[in-house]
């Protein structure tokens, strides 16, 4: 295990090459004129009855394609003409230029790197040390799931999207390899290493039960006054509603592997709880019993929880950070039995709690409290009494004298964006005035933030900011805070980059501007006030360096696990395969032209990006063109059903 320091954040993004950023481009576009043909579809619909109730969407997004409209024909006309007129030019600069450096030594090496959990080091690692580690990490909590598992579970969600008929806003749970992150801040990392299993395989319906139980959470916390923290700045306001803090005793405490210790029971009891405050429907209760049934995948093997198959709370699950706030709401109720609920919050796995007046054998007594309702709901806390000093999140906590500070570990170095990585202007120009706000936040007095400021200071200049740190005490001043009218906006996010010349927000405005006047229909719903522009960013470097370590673990001579080569193509050998025996290749941009003998038709192009598998994409174009009831899945069958 080699730690590398690579001198910058792996948050920089390096400029891309410009096919990479046509690509982008071209998806952007796709997305804006997806929601503009959706948007006209509803505004030209006469016959919807205003009083119509709208289900639940849970902030889901149609995958379909909508038809195109006449209306909007010369929009998309000039908008895509708009990828043919990108203009590049040459970006010189040093940052840059050790930027693509240091990416083609990653990419040349045959290691994997590794990032920390909660610190901003990097491990390079053997491709055999890193599968032993991960292996060992799944083997601990984890069993060989039955082939026929991973079916029941996706035919069990696509019968719960169905009810909720979100079918067409829904995806299949995606089989997604799991990978670890290094916890290089635990005591003897280097002779034991430990790490974190993240499970990006998510279950599709956790996007329901997300929304589901965040409201449930809301209406909680509400009405049961407790501290579930959201941030440090709750955490602060906290603390400084503490009186007479030179009498009181911190305890601090941690849970213990708080997301896969979570078992089914302790779920359904904090759901039971939750139901005695707020209306919880049976059926929602159903779709977050089924989010918890995850896998997880390994080289193509499928996984299961060791101890509760069907039952498990995966640090990657859409809605994994909301069971968390719910069973912790639980157990701050249990605690709240006995202790003043503001005498102690929850932050995740974090607690914090502040008595006064308590002796050591006081002190010890409310740690047994605690432990012993943390393990009957089989968990196990790490936990601290009769302090007056702790670092809690990003603060460092001081009852003695009621003051805060800035707090960062030890190990950890501070890095932050360069200002010459390839983000849009506004980020770079707000990220050390935000940086200021953060410490000015976290600063009881001028004298700390002048003294936390001095790390922070160098690692802006280190960044390449000129920007100087300054204390501006705004305590006194009232906040003249508008209501702002909340408007439907649509956004159209091109992708941002320093080798591009064309000003692309100006010309899609310009666009919307000249197709939408006041005399025309739409106007009222395409104008300067509904349609802005919102620039997004390039893959960044840990983006480039986490393809690199999927390549660098992928089997050896293209074999599976199965010891069997890895197919490329299936097309049968009497017929000759579209692109040359490479037909399950994935992420391509594809074109196709249209010709018929009508007259006064011409050619149409229509053009589109496929991150399935190509083979898979033509077979969906096919069965579009041939079945009508398919006619609207795609523009280009929509023009093919016209012709027809």
Same mark, same amino acid.
């Given at each position: 295990?080699?730690?590398?320091?690579?001198?910058?954040?792996?948050?920089?993004?390096?400029?891309?090459?410009?096919?990479?950023?046509?690509?982008?481009?071209?998806?952007?576009?796709?997305?804006?004129?997806?929601?503009?043909?959706?948007?006209?579809?509803?505004?030209?619909?006469?016959?919807?009855?205003?009083?119509?109730?709208?289900?639940?969407?849970?902030?889901?997004?149609?995958?379909?394609?909508?038809?195109?409209?006449?209306?909007?024909?010369?929009? +998309?006309?000039?908008?895509?003409?708009?990828?043919?007129?990108?203009?590049?030019?040459?970006?010189?600069?040093?940052?840059?230029?050790?930027?693509?450096?240091?990416?083609?030594?990653?990419?040349?090496?045959?290691?994997?790197?590794?990032?920390?959990?909660?610190?901003?080091?990097?491990?390079?690692?053997?491709?055999?040390?890193?599968?032993?580690?991960?292996?060992?990490?799944?083997?601990?909590?984890?069993?060989?799931?039955?082939?026929?598992?991973?079916?029941?579970?996706?035919?069990?969600?696509?019968?719960?999207?169905?009810?909720?008929?979100?079918?067409?806003?829904?995806?299949?749970?995606?089989?997604?390899?799991?990978?670890?992150?290094?916890?290089?801040?635990?005591?003897?990392?280097?002779?034991?290493?430990?790490?974190?299993?993240?499970?990006?395989?998510?279950?599709?319906?956790?996007?329901?039960?997300?929304?589901?139980?965040?409201?449930?959470?809301?209406?909680?916390?509400?009405?049961?006054?407790?501290?579930?923290?959201?941030?440090?700045?709750?955490?602060?306001?906290?603390?400084?509603?503490?009186?007479n803090k030179q009498d009181c005793k911190f305890i601090v405490f941690d849970i213990e592997q708080f997301y896969p210790s979570?078992?089914?029971?302790?779920?359904?009891?904090?759901?039971?709880?939750?139901?005695?405050?707020?209306?919880?429907?049976?059926?929602?209760?159903?779709?977050?019993?089924?989010?918890?049934?995850?896998?997880?995948?390994?080289?193509?093997?499928?996984?299961?929880?060791?101890?509760?198959?069907?039952?498990?709370?995966?640090?990657?699950?859409?809605?994994?950070?909301?069971?968390?706030?719910?069973?912790?709401?639980?157990?701050?109720?249990?605690?709240?039995?006995?202790?003043?609920?503001?005498?102690?919050?929850?932050?995740?796995?974090?607690?914090?709690?502040?008595?006064?007046?308590?002796?050591?054998?006081?002190? +010890?007594?409310?740690?047994?409290?605690?432990?012993?309702?943390?393990?009957?709901?089989?968990?196990?806390?790490?936990?601290?009494?009769?302090?007056?000093?702790?670092?809690?999140?990003?603060?460092?906590?001081?009852?003695?004298?009621?003051?805060?500070?800035?707090?960062?570990?030890? #190990?950890?170095?501070?890095?932050?964006?360069?200002?010459?990585?390839?983000?849009?202007?506004?980020?770079?120009?707000?990220?050390?005035?935000?940086?200021?706000?953060?410490?000015?936040?976290?600063?009881?007095?001028?004298?700390?933030?002048?003294?936390?400021?001095?790390? &922070?200071?160098?690692?802006?200049?280190?960044?390449?900011?000129?920007?100087?740190?300054?204390?501006?005490?705004?305590?006194?001043?009232?906040?003249?805070?508008?209501?702002?009218?909340?408007?439907?906006?649509?956004?159209?996010?091109?992708?941002?980059?320093?080798?591009?010349?064309?000003?692309?927000?100006?010309?899609?405005?310009?666009?919307?501007?000249?197709?939408?006047?006041?005399?025309?229909?739409?106007?009222?719903? !395409?104008?300067?006030?509904?349609?802005?522009?919102?620039?997004? =960013?390039?893959?960044?470097?840990?983006?480039?360096?986490?393809?690199?370590?999927?390549?660098?673990?992928?089997?050896? #001579?293209?074999?599976?696990?199965?010891?069997?080569?890895?197919?490329?193509?299936? =097309?049968?050998?009497?017929?000759?395969?579209?692109?040359?025996?490479? =037909? !399950?290749?994935?992420?391509?941009?594809?074109?196709?032209?249209?010709?018929?003998?009508?007259?006064?038709?011409?050619?149409?192009?229509?053009?589109?990006? =496929?991150?399935?598998?190509?083979?898979?994409?033509?077979?969906?174009?096919?069965?579009?063109?041939?079945?009508?009831? &398919?006619?609207?899945?795609?523009?280009?069958?929509?023009?093919?059903?016209?012709?027809?």
């Amino acid at each position: 295990m080699e730690k590398i320091n690579l001198g910058y954040s792996i948050k920089n993004i390096p400029i891309p090459n410009e096919t990479t950023y046509l690509n982008k481009l071209v998806e952007k576009i796709e997305a804006v004129i997806k929601r503009m043909r959706w948007k006209t579809i509803s505004f030209m619909k006469e016959d919807e009855d205003e009083n119509q109730t709208i289900p639940e969407r849970y902030g889901l997004k149609s995958e379909k394609t909508p038809k195109q409209q006449e209306e909007l024909k010369a929009f +998309e006309s000039d908008l895509i003409q708009l990828v043919k007129e990108i203009k590049f030019r040459r970006v010189k600069n040093n940052f840059q230029k050790k930027l693509a450096q240091d990416l083609k030594m990653i990419n040349c090496s045959q290691k994997t790197v590794t990032a920390a959990d909660k610190t901003t080091n990097m491990y390079r690692l053997e491709k055999v040390e890193y599968q032993k580690l991960l292996r060992d990490s799944i083997t601990t909590t984890y069993k060989k799931a039955s082939p026929k598992l991973e079916h029941r579970i996706n035919t069990a969600g696509k019968k719960f999207a169905k009810d909720k008929n979100l079918l067409d806003k829904m995806e299949v749970n995606a089989r997604n390899d799991c990978f670890i992150t290094l916890k290089d801040h635990k005591e003897n990392f280097l002779n034991s290493p430990k790490t974190r299993l993240i499970n990006p395989a998510k279950n599709e319906i956790g996007r329901i039960s997300k929304v589901i139980l965040d409201k449930i959470n809301k209406e909680l916390i509400e009405k049961l006054n407790i501290n579930q923290w959201k941030s440090t700045a709750s955490v602060l306001d906290w603390f400084k509603t503490i009186d007479n803090k030179q009498d009181c005793k911190f305890i601090v405490f941690d849970i213990e592997q708080f997301y896969p210790s979570i078992q089914e029971s302790v779920l359904m009891k904090a759901l039971e709880f939750a139901n005695k405050h707020t209306k919880i429907l049976k059926k929602d209760i159903d779709v977050i019993r089924h989010s918890r049934r995850s896998l997880l995948f390994n080289q193509g093997e499928t996984w299961v929880k060791r101890e509760e198959e069907n039952f498990d709370v995966t640090m990657g699950a859409y809605d994994g950070a909301e069971v968390c706030e719910l069973v912790g709401i639980y157990l701050q109720s249990l605690i709240g039995e006995k202790y003043n609920n503001n005498d102690f919050g929850l932050y995740r796995d974090d607690g914090l709690a502040a008595f006064r007046n308590v002796s050591g054998p006081e002190s +010890e007594r409310i740690k047994k409290d605690f432990t012993k309702i943390f393990k009957e709901n089989h968990l196990n806390i790490e936990i601290s009494c009769n302090l007056k000093i702790v670092n809690y999140l990003d603060v460092t906590l001081n009852l003695s004298d009621g003051s805060y500070r800035p707090y960062h570990k030890p #190990n950890e170095e501070l890095m932050y964006v360069h200002s010459e990585s390839n983000h849009p202007p506004t980020i770079i120009k707000q990220l050390p005035l935000s940086v200021e706000q953060r410490l000015r936040t976290l600063s009881s007095s001028k004298e700390i933030f002048k003294e936390a400021a001095k790390d &922070y200071q160098e690692a802006l200049e280190r960044s390449g900011y000129k920007h100087i740190l300054k204390y501006e005490d705004n305590s006194g001043e009232k906040k003249n805070q508008k209501r702002h009218r909340q408007r439907n906006i649509i956004w159209f996010n091109p992708p941002y980059s320093k080798s591009v010349t064309t000003n692309v927000g100006s010309y899609f405005l310009k666009l919307v501007e000249k197709h939408f006047p006041k005399h025309n229909k739409l106007h009222k719903i !395409f104008n300067k006030n509904t349609m802005k522009v919102s620039y997004s =960013c390039m893959p960044s470097v840990k983006s480039s360096v986490s393809k690199h370590n999927k390549r660098i673990l992928k089997k050896e #001579n293209g074999e599976t696990n199965n010891n069997e080569p890895v197919k490329t193509c299936n =097309c049968p050998r009497d017929t000759e395969c579209p692109l040359d025996n490479c =037909c !399950f290749e994935k992420d391509m941009q594809y074109s196709a032209e249209v010709t018929t003998d009508l007259p006064n038709y011409g050619t149409k192009v229509y053009k589109g990006i =496929c991150s399935t598998t190509w083979k898979d994409r033509f077979a969906n174009h096919k069965q579009s063109f041939n079945n009508e009831k &398919y006619d609207t899945e795609t523009a280009l069958s929509a023009e093919i059903w016209k012709i027809k």
